[in-house]
């Protein structure tokens, strides 16, 4: 008694040598395949690597959860019960405060594993000033050991030495260049509470954001504090999260554990979300139009092929062949087409990145990961069997001595 084995490799035989048999068709749609797969592993590659970019460059330069205090409301005073009380009232205007208790917030969230990160920032505005020159900035200081785990400086830095404290400062490249300085220049800060200080700069940074480029300014934690009039105190508690989009959901439970106010990098980046999230749809749209393409592809060629087989169906079920085993043989023939046009179109979609990221305008980096080529190679082989269902259906259901007689 053959095996099931056996059998199969039987009907294989059988749907192989009905390929060479039509080389022509087979190869044109062994083409068609390799295009779509190309297709779809280069587009989703493409896409892909533009996301992780906007995100990286996006992440560089901001916390991925940011803690702050609560807003601060007006107060309505109590009125007498079955008193009418019509209030309007302005919103009241944020003043510059520290968070309170920031040290045990700090030390609690150091112990959470689902943050990677953890450092208290006090930041506000100022003006500097060199000579009539005057700009605006925005005055960060930091723990710069902490500070490091969340935006790597080093990384930005372009000249100079990274390096606060004992009244060294980093700016950033625009604004040197506003100011007209350079390393071991003198700069005045003031704020708005009548403080001022005479600071060197140790060096000069480029995060690539223009307006952050223009008005950063990083001073030690202790330094900034007393320039903002908040002795011992910081304004922001910056996290970062290995899970990058788990960070609203991570954002509302830091927000519940300590009763600040917890803004994730998905809430203030809400634009950008809503189009990475257009990318990937259309992305998607690309793969269905495509994987459909293919398909009918592969099943028009295969219902002229059991046209052009009718004889030979009709033979091979008088000599005993079930209608589950000529089934099986068109199914092959489908299956063979998206396997073996899938391993070109990855092949030739390898050559498309590798193109692009040699001769490509060098704004970012395609990976091509092992998981998109395979997943490309299951949708190409699957879609071959669906789209082989019907052709096989019919060639299964031809009745032999009709065949037989078919010229």
Known sequence: MISFFA?????????ISFLREGRVQSLMITIGVAVGVAVIVFITALIQGLQANIIERTLGTQAHIRLLSPDEV????????????????????QRLRSINNWQQVAATLDQLPLLTAV????????????????????????????????????????????????NDVLIGSQLAKDLGVQLGSKLRLE?????????????IFELGVRELDSRYVYLDLKQA????????????????????????????????????????????????MNA??????????????????????????????????????????????????ILNIFLFQGAFFGLLGSGFGSVASYALVWVFNTFGPDLFYIPVSGNLVFMALLLATFTGVLAAAIPSRRAAALDPVVAIRYV
């Open 225 to 272: 504090q007393s320039l903002l009039s908040l002795p011992g105190g910081v304004t922001v508690i910056d996290l970062t999260v290995e899970d990058i989009f788990a960070a609203e959901k991570i954002a509302a439970q830091v927000a519940r554990l300590t009763s600040l106010k917890a803004e994730s990098w998905i809430v203030t980046n809400a634009q950008l």
């Open 74 to 93: 007006n107060k309505i005073a109590p009125v007498a019960a079955g008193t009418l009380q019509l209030v309007l009232e302005d919103k009241r205007a």
């Open 276 to 325: 990475l999230s257009a990318q990937s749809l259309s992305t998607n749209m690309i793969i269905v139009f495509v994987a459909i393409s293919v398909a009918f592809g592969i099943a028009s060629v295969l219902s002229v092929s059991v046209v052009q087989r009718t004889r030979e169906i009709g033979i091979l079920r008088a000599t005993g062949a079930t209608q589950q085993q």
């Open 191 to 203: 704020t708005g509470q009548q403080n001022s200080t005479v600071v060197n700069i140790s060096g």
């Open 119 to 166: 450092s208290p920032t006090v930041s506000g505005p100022a003006f500097v000033r060199r000579g009539d020159a005057l700009e605006s900035v925005a005055l960060v200081g930091i723990d710069l050991e902490r500070y490091q785990k969340i935006i790597p400086l080093a990384q930005y830095l372009v000249s100079g030495q990274l390096r606060v404290g004992a």
């Open 7 to 15: 059998k199969r490799w039987i009907e294989a035989n059988i749907a």
